[in-house]
């Protein structure tokens, strides 16, 4: 893993191959490795950074008073694009969808195409079952550590306020382990958690920042999961009816971590995305 300082602390990522960059962004209390399903299976040519963003399971935590709530994550996903030096990116939203908000706050100057899996969009903040679950524990004293050891459990980890609406398939407990200990180990990464999870969360902002990708013009691909209860599937068609460049595709079998489901449909259509020439505009 690598190390770059931005205004809010030090980011982790990993980074692999050359070429025009493809940033894989990630979840609420997840990382990086939720890609290494699909990352060995997209194409050469690329760069690939994964960065570990301060949602939870990040292992260095952030500066003391940093701005964690929604528009300061999405600051923070801009200015890991600057202290990279990362030009005509392709950027990958799945799960959290904040970073769709780059172009409503102006900040999308570095992104030249997008793909957008089952994300949050429009007034879906925090998001179904899962969502609404995570808000309570982030309410309740000592809620987040409680939420973090069931999701430690196999069986409890399958109840849909945890991960049973997020994957068809089970989460292996390498991975939920991997995910919840920074949690529940480091009181400040629960502070960092909290500062997000207790910020504001106004509907009609969220839904007005969403619809300014109007105004990307750059291509982008919906990879929607029609099987998910959690991410509406208008979403995703609104998305891409919206998106001037935008097209639709789907992941059959899979719910909103379809890169854990079906891993290699996912890889094949990003693939497809990232090699097919660019629309003309």
């Not at 998910?228 to 068609?237: A, I, K, Q, S, T």
Request: hydrophobic share 45%; aromatic share 6%; charged share 25%.
């Amino acid at each position: 893993m690598r190390n770059v300082a931005l205004p809010a602390g030090v980011i982790e990522y990993d980074e692999t191959g050359s070429g025009p960059p493809v940033v894989l962004l990630h979840g609420l209390l997840m990382d990086h490795t939720l890609w290494d399903r699909v990352l060995p299976l997209l194409p050469q040519g690329f760069t690939y950074v994964r960065p570990v963003l301060p949602l939870g399971a990040h292992r260095l935590p952030m500066n003391p008073g940093a701005d964690l709530t929604l528009r300061g994550q999405v600051r923070l996903v801009a200015d890991f694009l600057d202290a990279l030096d990362l030009d005509g990116v392709t950027l990958v939203h799945t799960d959290w969808g904040g970073a769709l908000f780059l172009t409503a706050h102006g900040m999308d100057r570095r992104i030249a195409r997008q793909v957008i899996l089952p994300c949050e969009a429009f007034g879906n903040f925090p998001p179904g079952l899962p969502g609404k679950m995570v808000t309570l524990a982030a309410h309740v004293p000592g809620g987040l550590r409680l939420a973090a050891r069931q999701l430690r459990i196999g069986p409890l980890r399958r109840l849909p306020m945890l991960l049973g609406q997020m994957t068809r398939r089970p989460v292996p407990d390498a991975l939920a382990h991997r995910w919840t200990e920074p949690l529940l180990n480091d009181p400040r990464i629960r502070r960092d958690l909290l500062a997000y999870c207790r910020g504001p969360f106004d509907k009609k902002e969220l839904v007005r920042d969403t619809e300014a990708l109007r105004r990307f013009t750059g291509d982008a691909l919906v990879l929607w999961s029609p099987d998910n209860r959690v991410m509406p599937l208008e979403h995703g068609r609104r998305l891409a009816e919206l998106l001037p460049a935008g097209r639709y595709a789907e992941v059959p079998g899979a719910y909103v971590l379809s890169m854990l489901d079906e891993p290699e449909t996912v890889a094949r259509e990003i693939g497809r995305f990232l090699t097919s020439p660019s629309s003309a505009r």
